[in-house]
Nanobody
Framework: QVHLVESGGGLVQPGGTLTLSCTAS????????MAWYRQSPGNQRDLVAR???????DYVDSVKGRFTISRDEGKNTIYLHMGSLKPEDTAMYYC??????????WGQGTQVTVSS
């Protein structure tokens, strides 16, 4: 079992920056991939960025060059540093952990609102 807790959401102006954190606890050694997803009202939950336990990072095209995903293994925490934020980045952001086998885990979500 893995428990995920996100933090760092909030209100930010267009062009601003925000950093999200997600800390995992429990059987963290079983996690193969950790990722950030986002979902806005009326839309599906989409992948934003993911980082692989054995190396490698992916980003969705819309955030490339603006967002950076990173990991602090000692703290079992991943981060999503978001820059040059746009109103269309407004969404609930969810932390996701995929184990090497079995069902994935989700955090409770943290709201990001980009507005002037």
């Amino acid at each position: 079992q893995v428990h995920l807790v996100e933090s760092g959401g909030g209100l930010v102006q267009p062009g601003g920056t925000l950093t999200l954190s997600c800390t995992a606890s429990g059987n963290v050694d079983e996690i193969g991939i950790m990722a950030w997803y986002r979902q806005s009202p009326g839309n599906q939950r989409d992948l934003v960025a993911r980082i692989f336990a054995r190396g490698g990072i992916d980003y969705v095209d819309s955030v490339k060059g603006r967002f950076t995903i990173s990991r602090d293994e000692g703290k079992n925490t991943i981060y999503l540093h978001m820059g040059s934020l746009k109103p269309e980045d407004t969404a609930m952001y969810y932390c996701h952990a995929a184990p090497y086998s079995g069902a994935p885990y989700w955090g409770q979500g943290t709201q990001v609102t980009v507005s002037s």
